[in-house]
């Protein structure tokens, strides 16, 4: 699929519903202070710096789902960009001519896809106010919906699941313009015989968080989206199967290890979406693993993503009681996560070995606070050693929410149930900028990672399109005189959020690089937009997940 995070060790995780009764019973363990830090104050006491540079660079971010665009392209904004694959799915009598490209490829993967609007629909039903305050929550909408259109067209039966258009292998080795490629469109399809639970959980979660954000705007489509989001949650628990062992194929593109965390991330999309006591019992059902990976959010692990959902219900007394056997369990998982984020002051058994330079580990961006031994091998073990942007801005989207969670709640002070470190509001928020600094520029290379964004960003981009002059036509094999090209790429992919340093390599500003460093995607944009957005303006965030009455 395109996306280096694919061979991640997922774990079933402790997240019972998942740790996040949490807060709740977190409270148990959680020391609560009056809040002294008005929204007035906010900027001061936080040292944000000029807002307008995040203001610019969402504005930019927001770009990358306008490069990535297939089909007819209507009000088409990035010049260089025309119609393309125009006849995706008719041999299936499917219209799959829409959707966006997984990334540099020209593959359109339904995961991918899913995982960047299931993103996209949490951060509009977060922070829609201040996106719009920016002028930036109709182009999300938009570009949600050119997603969910396509997603809507993959299911065309209950039990059937259009999963991947395009052949990797042959994908792979062409180097072509989007709107020239000729070459053969083949079709993944999941049934009951070769199911795809993975795919088709991730999915229904993109359309039920989808459905709570057209709620208002257009009823109609709002339900036809929870309408297929209930029928695929039943086919992926239904039938069990991930996608890589119906099609062996796939595993040499994208390799999930279980689909145990896109059940629970749908599970709790639909709860949130439906108040179905259903979804809750499936959640609780799943909700025991490996507390080593228990704080993972990533491209193939939303384990951490259902976290925060369920801490959600909780913290603003939303969520149906529990007894109290589940409460024990979801206080561990959920205290975990949080006090394994690496924010605030380092700890007295903080590990002094760095890992490479990302803001996740190492200590000129920040100090790391590894109080656990399973974290240390978390850190070993877990993180995929490509891809590493989705990282910063992963946590730094999850730090920042939780940051807002306490403040709507007047809470300033976490205290860890294990080490007794106890995790201020503003050590979350700080953390959060501190990605964000990270990706647009305060990093090792002193070079935004965000294409289009400050006076050095990526020249050598790993994009087809971007890489091919606009007036040049080549076929599969003509155009790769344009990957091993040594010159800037012709045409700006803007917005986009390259795929970054290697863990164990140098980072190589070029398309032809190891692991595809310069590489963007779709889901990394999705991440940095949740990131931006709630950096922007300090308007609260509601009680409930709901999209502003107007957008």
């Not at 039938?239 to 999930?256: E, G, H, I, T, V």
């Not at 890992?355 to 877990?382: C, I, N, Q, W």
Request: charged share 20%.
């Amino acid at each position: 699929m395109g996306l280096n995070d694919s061979k991640h060790r997922k774990s079933l995780l402790w997240v019972s519903t998942i740790g996040l009764v949490t807060f709740i019973a977190v409270f148990g363990y959680i020391y609560f202070e009056k809040s002294h830090i008005t929204i007035d104050n906010a900027d001061k006491v936080y040292n944000l710096h000029d807002k307008k540079k995040y203001i610019d660079a969402l504005q930019i971010a927001m770009q990358f789902f306008d490069v990535q665009k297939a089909g007819k392209l209507e009000n088409n904004k990035i010049e260089w960009r025309g119609d393309s694959s125009l006849d995706d799915g008719k041999e299936a009598n499917l219209d799959l001519s829409k959707g966006m490209y997984d990334d540099g490829s020209h593959m359109k993967s339904t995961y991918t896809m899913s995982s960047t609007a299931a993103i996209l629909s949490w951060v509009i039903l977060e922070y829609g106010a201040r996106m719009k305050s920016v002028n930036q929550l109709e182009p999300a909408c938009d570009s949600l919906k050119w997603i969910t259109d396509y997603l809507i067209n993959t299911h065309p039966e209950p039990n059937k699941l259009c999963i991947q258009v395009g052949d990797p292998d042959v994908d792979h080795n062409c180097w072509e313009r989007p709107e020239t490629m000729d070459e053969a469109r083949t079709l993944l399809i999941a049934n009951k015989t070769s199911p795809a639970s993975d795919i088709a959980a991730e999915t229904a979660a993109a359309l039920a968080s989808a459905s709570m954000v057209f709620k208002i705007k257009d009823p109609n489509y709002s339900e036809e989206l929870l309408h297929h989001a209930e029928q695929l949650f039943n086919f992926a628990y239904g039938f069990q199967k991930m996608a890589n062992n119906s099609f062996p194929d796939m595993a040499n593109y994208y390799k999930n290890s279980n689909d145990i965390d896109e059940i629970m991330w749908a599970s709790v999309w639909l709860y949130h979406a439906t108040d179905d006591a259903k979804y809750r019992m499936i959640m609780l059902e799943y909700r025991y693993g490996d507390p080593q990976y228990q704080d993972m959010f990533s491209f193939t692990n939303k384990l951490g993503g259902a976290e925060h959902l369920w801490l959600r219900l909780h913290l603003f007394g939303t969520a149906p009681t529990v007894d109290a056997g589940e409460e024990d369990s979801l206080v561990v998982a959920y205290n975990e996560f949080l006090c394994n984020l690496p924010v605030g002051p380092e700890s007295e058994d903080a590990s002094t070995a760095r890992r490479y330079d990302d803001p996740m580990f190492s200590s000129t961006t920040l100090e790391l606070r590894l109080p656990h031994a399973s974290k240390r091998a978390m850190v070993a073990s877990g993180f995929e050693p490509s891809n590493t942007n989705q990282y910063p801005a992963a946590y730094g989207f999850i730090a920042l929410l939780c940051s807002d969670y306490m403040l709507a709640t007047k809470q300033e002070v976490i205290t860890c149930t294990g080490s007794g470190n106890q995790m201020k509001r503003k050590d979350f928020y700080n953390f959060a900028l501190k990605q964000a600094d990270y990706i647009l520029g305060e990093n090792k290379q002193n070079m935004s990672y965000l294409i289009g964004f400050g006076s050095k960003y990526p020249q050598q981009v790993y994009h087809r399109g971007s890489s091919i002059p606009g007036d040049e036509n080549p076929s599969c094999k003509e155009g790769l005189k344009w990957l091993w090209s040594s010159k800037p790429n012709p045409n700006v992919a803007t917005g986009g959020l390259i795929g970054g340093q290697c863990t164990a390599l140098p980072f190589n500003n070029s398309r032809v690089t190891t692991l595809k460093q310069t590489e963007p995607n779709i889901f990394n944009s999705a991440l940095l937009v949740g990131l931006l957005s709630g950096l922007v303006s300090t308007t609260p965030v509601g009680k409930t997940l709901t999209p502003p009455t107007k957008l």
